[in-house]
């Protein structure tokens, strides 16, 4: 079982529509939890934090979190062909020495925008 | 200082070669990563240093491969006898001291092709 899990895609959906994008991981002590955007060639941006059971809300962007069912996602209102990208799923791995935030990475699920 | 800087961004090197490569970090961040990404897959940690104490290593940096951050500044990652297989971007990240859960933000990569 692979560490974090997302569906890779294509995930195609029309422009004005909501995304969702979904991530599990199997680390219980897992402790917080990052959606990064990723366009074709450039790096990860980071777009989401979340680390507590819930919802949290961020302009267009809206993050929920289950710990009990170690599920992440991310859903997108208002869909924008902008949006089209690469979105990667990390979850903090909290024994790393000294603190810090050692990440462990989905494969990223592909968002295609359509007009 | 606006966010993290990597340098080069492309390097293209014969096998067998060495390369190295730069990253400053976010001027207040003490934390910096460095990660590997091959074409579909998330980025993979290869080690982190919380001022100039390397805390943690991979299993992914094998003894070809030395990261130093001698000021708690800037890094550097070198890269000893290239291999066709250590074609991928490498990605630096940094963050700030405060805690664990603490956000991570990429530079813009340093894109390796061995020929």
């Known amino acids: 079982q692979k560490e974090v899990e997302q569906n890779s895609g294509p995930l195609s959906v029309p422009e004005g529509a909501i995304a969702s994008l979904n991530c599990t991981y199997s680390d219980r002590v897992s402790q917080s939890f990052f959606w990064y955007r990723q366009y074709s060639g450039k790096s990860p941006e980071l777009i989401m934090s979340?680390?507590?059971?819930g919802d949290k809300e961020d302009g267009r962007f809206t993050a929920q979190l289950n710990k009990a069912s170690q599920y992440v996602s991310l859903l997108i209102r208002d869909s924008q062909p902008s949006d089209s990208a690469t979105y990667l799923c990390a979850v903090n791995r909290p024994r790393i020495t000294g603190g810090g935030n050692k990440l462990t990475f989905g494969t990223g699920t592909q968002l295609k925008v359509e007009l | 200082d606006t966010g993290v800087s990597q340098d080069p961004r492309h390097k293209i090197t014969k096998r067998g070669q060495n390369v190295t490569f730069r990253c400053d970090p976010i001027s207040e961040h003490n934390r910096l990563y460095w990660y590997r990404q091959t074409l579909g897959q998330g980025p993979e940690f290869l080690t982190y240093?919380?001022?100039?104490?390397?805390?943690?290593k991979s299993r992914l940096l094998s003894d070809r491969f030395s990261a130093e951050r001698p000021k708690g500044s800037f890094s550097t990652l070198e890269i000893q006898r290239t291999e066709q297989g250590d074609s991928a971007m490498y990605l630096c990240?940094?963050?700030?001291?405060?805690?664990?859960?603490?956000?991570?933000?990429f530079g813009q990569g340093t894109r390796l092709t061995v020929v």
């Open positions: 240093f919380q001022n100039e104490a390397q805390l943690e």
């Open positions: 990240a940094s963050s700030p001291p405060q805690g664990s859960n603490t956000e991570a933000f």
């Open positions: 979340i680390y507590s059971n």
